[in-house]
C-alpha cells in the first residue's frame, strides 16, 4: 500500500508541474495532441507572420492549444513580457537594446531563426543600388533628390518607424552606423504590410523592411553592390540583418517550451526559409547581446 500511494504521490506532482503558460490547464510534450492551455504573444511585426505560421502549424497536432500572436514593435513586446502580460515577447534586437539592465536579465533569450531587413523604394525612382554612405545620407536628410543618386529628379520621401520598431534599431544600427534618422517631414508606420504599401503608392519613398515582406511592388535596393539575400547574410557579406529573439520571463513552462522547441527544431526549418527568414544554423558570423 505505501507503494502504491508513493507512486500516485509522484505522478500527482508530476503533473501539477507541467502546467500551461495562459492558464491551469495541463501541458506535457511527451507526444503530440497531449497538449493544452493558452499562450499569449506580442512584440516584432517583422516576426509576426513566422510566429502565426508556427501557431497555426502547432495547433494542428495540439488541438487544445491556443496561440495568439500580435505584433506592435519589439519594444512593445519586450515591455509586455517583462509585466508579465503576455508568455512570449518577439524582437528583433536583444533585450538589453530597449529594456534596463535589470528587467533584461530576467528574461530569457530563445533565438529561432535571422531576419535581413532590405531598404525598399518606390518602383519609379530608377535607382537600383546605394553605397552605404548614401544610404545615411539619405536617411538622415543630406540627400533629398533621387537625382544625387542616379535617379530621377524626384524628391525623396522617407517612411520612417516608431522608436518602439526592432527593425528600425537594426537599420540605424547596421545600416546608418548608429546616426539617427531625419524624421521631420517623414511619414511614420510601423505595420510592415502597411509601410510596404505606404511605398508602393507613394512617389519617391523610400523606407526598410523585413526580407519576409519583400515583393514585386516595391523596389529592393543592393548597398554597394551587395544585394539583399539571406546567400548575402550567411556569408557575411550583407550587414543589416538581426537575430529573431522570443523572450520567456524566466524558464518557460512546459507548455512555452514545447512550442519554442517546435520553432527551433528541423520540422520547422522548411517553413523559416519559405516564409522569408533565415536559419541560425546556417550562419558564419555571430553577434553577440550588447556587453557579452
Known amino acids: ?63 487544445d492549444v491556443s496561440v495568439t500572436v500580435n505584433a506592435g514593435g519589439s519594444g512593445t513586446g519586450l515591455q509586455n513580457v517583462s509585466d508579465k502580460t503576455v508568455d ?25 531563426c535571422v531576419v535581413g531587413v532590405a531598404v525598399v523604394a ?44 526592432g527593425t528600425r534599431a537594426l537599420f540605424q544600427k547596421y545600416a546608418l552606423g548608429g546616426k539617427e534618422e531625419n524624421t521631420g517631414k517623414s511619414l511614420m508606420e510601423d505595420n510592415s504590410g502597411t509601410l510596404r504599401q505606404n511605398v508602393a503608392q507613394t512617389s519617391g519613398s523610400i523606407a526598410y523592411i523585413a526580407f519576409s515582406y519583400l515583393n514585386d511592388s516595391v523596389k529592393p535596393l543592393s548597398v554597394d553592390n551587395v544585394q539583399p539575400t539571406y546567400e548575402n547574410i550567411y556569408s557575411g557579406k550583407y550587414n543589416i540583418w538581426g537575430y529573431e529573439h522570443m523572450y520567456t520571463n524566466g524558464q518557460p513552462s512546459a507548455l512555452c517550451k514545447a512550442f519554442l522547441d517546435y520553432m527551433q527544431s528541423k520540422n520547422f526549418a522548411k517553413t523559416i526559409t519559405e516564409k522569408g527568414y533565415g536559419l541560425y544554423s546556417e550562419m558564419k558570423v555571430k553577434r553577440s547581446a550588447p556587453g557579452k
Open 1 to 63: 500500500m505505501k507503494k502504491i500511494l508513493s507512486v500516485i504521490l509522484a505522478a500527482s506532482l508530476m503533473a501539477a508541474s507541467l502546467c500551461a503558460c495562459g492558464g491551469n490547464k495541463s501541458a506535457s510534450s511527451s507526444a503530440p495532441g497531449s497538449l493544452s492551455g493558452t499562450i499569449q504573444i506580442s512584440g516584432s511585426s517583422a516576426l509576426q507572420p513566422l510566429a502565426q505560421a508556427a501557431a497555426d502549424k502547432f495547433k494542428e497536432t495540439n488541438p
Open 122 to 165: 518606390n518602383s519609379q525612382t530608377g535607382v537600383s543600388n546605394v553605397t552605404k554612405q548614401q544610404l545615411a545620407d539619405i536617411f538622415t536628410g543630406k540627400i533629398t533628390n533621387w537625382k544625387k543618386v542616379g535617379g530621377k529628379d524626384q524628391k525623396i520621401v522617407i517612411i520612417n518607424r516608431p522608436k518602439s520598431s
Open 88 to 112: 512570449i515577447g518577439d524582437s528583433d534586437v536583444y533585450a538589453e537594446e530597449k529594456l534596463s539592465p535589470d528587467k533584461a536579465k530576467s528574461l530569457v533569450d530563445h533565438i529561432v
